[in-house]
């Protein structure tokens, strides 16, 4: 395959144009990947929701039908290699094409190491690493094989780089999305697939407010927003903040990035 080089002959808006491209969002049923499902398809692709969460992926997919924008869902369980690549091949059956895979399902249980069990480290890397290698290679075989490119985004997280603490599996598994998105990019660069990453900071969604402990002191949400306060940006972030730096990896805009990893965290990163 030649080098990808198009984006230089494109406008603007062109270069953000996502029309015609097909789209899986893993974990898009709430939170970050409800963020980037709809940005995706107000960019223009078809975009396949794909969660655990039938309900709410359909949830998701019929909010951006509603809009006009153009989406499904389906269900698959992230966490073994058959799930992901299911959600790949639901994809290609359903579109007939996979072009961009956001790899975003994820989970971070808090548990200090000391009490941390097997089952809720296995249960932690399966989805957040070993699932999202194989979506990729699922979605990477796909492109391969119909002749094309493609882009592959990995939500990692600021934990990658600095641990907040009582997550060293999570931390473990984000590190890992980092250095597995170099790997891949290298690979797959060749054949004009590109891998990059992002690490968002502190996101409001139902994922962190579940994963606040129960016995927290009454104030912790007067400590969380102390955190926000800290931030260089003075504010907390929100799915958006996340969809539409994807929109920007996923598109032409991004051609001659490949291994990145965007943090996106308000500067939560520099206190
Ligand atoms: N929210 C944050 O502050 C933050 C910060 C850094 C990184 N992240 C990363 O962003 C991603 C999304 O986080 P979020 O806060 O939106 O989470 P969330 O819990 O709000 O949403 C996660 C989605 O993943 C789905 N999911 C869970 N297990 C699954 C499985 N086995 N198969 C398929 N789908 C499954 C859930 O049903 C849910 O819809 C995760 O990878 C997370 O690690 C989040």
Excluded at 79 to 88: I, L
Excluded at 152 to 163: E, G, L, Q, R
């Amino acid at each position: 395959m030649a080098p990808v080089k198009e984006a230089s002959g494109m406008t603007l808006a062109q270069l953000y144009d996502l029309s015609g491209k097909v789209a899986v969002v893993t974990g898009g049923a709430k939170g970050i990947g409800q963020g980037i499902a709809r940005r995706l398809a107000e960019a223009g692709a078809s975009v396949l929701v794909v969660d655990i969460d039938a309900e709410g992926a359909q949830a998701t997919a019929a909010g951006i039908a509603d809009g006009g924008g153009t989406a499904s869902s389906a269900v698959a369980d992230l966490s073994t290699a058959d799930g992901a690549s299911a959600a790949v091949s639901t994809a290609v059956e359903r579109y007939g094409r996979i072009d961009i895979l956001v790899n975003n399902a994820g989970i971070y249980p808090m548990t200090p190491c000391l009490d941390l069990s097997e089952e809720v480290w296995d249960r932690t890397l399966d989805l957040n690493l070993k699932g999202l290698f194989f979506a990729s290679q699922a979605a990477a075989r796909a492109m391969s094989s119909a002749g094309h490119g493609g882009s592959i985004v990995n939500i990692a997280s600021v934990d990658a780089f600095k641990p907040i603490g009582n997550l060293v599996h999570y931390d473990a598994s984000k590190g890992g999305v980092v250095m597995l998105t170099k790997s891949l990019a290298k690979e797959l660069g060749p054949i004009g697939i590109r891998v990059n990453a992002i690490a968002p900071g502190a996101i409001a969604t139902a994922g962190t407010e579940a994963s606040i402990p129960p016995d927290l002191p009454a104030d912790a949400l007067a400590m969380m927003e102390q955190l926000n306060n800290a931030m260089p940006l003075r504010r907390g972030g929100e799915p958006d903040d996340i969809a539409r730096v994807t929109v920007f990896l996923a598109s032409p805009a991004a051609e001659y990035m490949t291994g990145s990893t965007v943090v996106v965290d308000g500067g939560m990163l520099q206190i």
